[in-house]
């Protein structure tokens, strides 16, 4: 689907406020409200918008601790791969789970409520994952920013 500035005007609006009404939508970008309800089906049937969601606030409901760790794997281990993407499923503090290249398997965002349930989970439950050879945690001290806008990356037209 080839977007115009409309489309993105479009997502712009529903990435900042995905509660806005289409009547509040249209009006914010200057449609009527059954061209812009056809627009933003456009865009969920092409795939482009992939859903909608409520952002939590990790600290109100006492999740203080974020770590990003780098999880390098013994590649000797039988079913290394399939065993760790099991056992992320078991694991509610693993927020996200990425595979890369470079000097480790996996990268991990993992939340806790504090230091302790952090280094509980790290002892107790990462690290007797098998096939697991290091594993290497690096802090979050500060977010300095969160999300980035994909569709400053797009091109119109």
Known sequence: MQL???DIRILRHLTRNGKMTNNELAEAVSLSASACFRRVKLLEEAGIISGYHC???????????????????????ERWHEN??????DWPEVVTARVVSGPCNYVLTVRARDLAH??????????????VMSINSNIVLATLKQAGSLLDLVKIG
């Open 118 to 131: 952090y280094s509980d989970f790290v002892v107790n439950r990462l690290h007797k994952s098998p096939g």
């Open 84 to 89: 760790f993407v099991q056992a992320l499923n």
């Open 4 to 6: 115009d500035l409309i």
């Open 55 to 77: 952002e939590i606030a990790a600290k109100a409901l006492g999740v203080e601790f974020e770590a990003l760790v780098q999880v390098s794997m013994r590649t000797d281990v």
